[in-house]
């Protein structure tokens, strides 16, 4: 599964070069068949990214690390989990990009819930 993580992490790098509308439109088309990844298929790829990938495991590296994971399950399993992007609700401005499954934060130590969702591309059409 690790090199088939590099692959996805490879992919991703060069997808979040691209402005945000543009990122959306191809997480979307990509995940538009898919069905949505249950709770352990999207922490496995989020486990096999952050192993593959120093970046992807700093805390710094969320963008990287939830599209490369959810591609990654995409790939493996065919599935898709929610791709989520928030701000801050309170002050320090802060950004945050997350993958979920079955309602649930995937492998997030942050307090998620500070986080108000902006942008979200989910399984199926």
């Known amino acids: 599964m690790r090199a088939l993580a590099t ?3 490879t992919t991703a790098r060069l997808l979040v070069r691209l402005q ?4 959306v439109r191809v997480l979307t088309l990509v995940s538009r068949n898919a069905r949505p990844a249950t709770h352990w298929q999207a922490e496995r790829s ?3 990214v952050i192993v593959s990938s120093i970046y992807c495991a700093d805390q710094n590296g969320c963008l990287l690390r939830s ?3 959810a591609l990654l399950c995409l790939v493996r399993y065919q599935r898709w989990p929610a ?7 309170r ?3 802060a950004a945050h990009a997350w993958i979920e499954a079955d309602a649930t934060p995937v492998g997030e130590a942050k307090l998620i819930s500070q986080f108000r969702p902006l942008i979200e ?3 199926g059409p």
């Open 7 to 9: 692959i996805c992490i």
């Open 20 to 23: 945000v509308t543009a990122l």
């Open 46 to 48: 989020r486990d096999a």
């Open 67 to 69: 599209t490369s994971a």
């Open 83 to 89: 791709w989520l992007v928030g701000v801050q609700e």
């Open 91 to 93: 002050a320090p401005f």
């Open 121 to 123: 591309v989910s399984a």
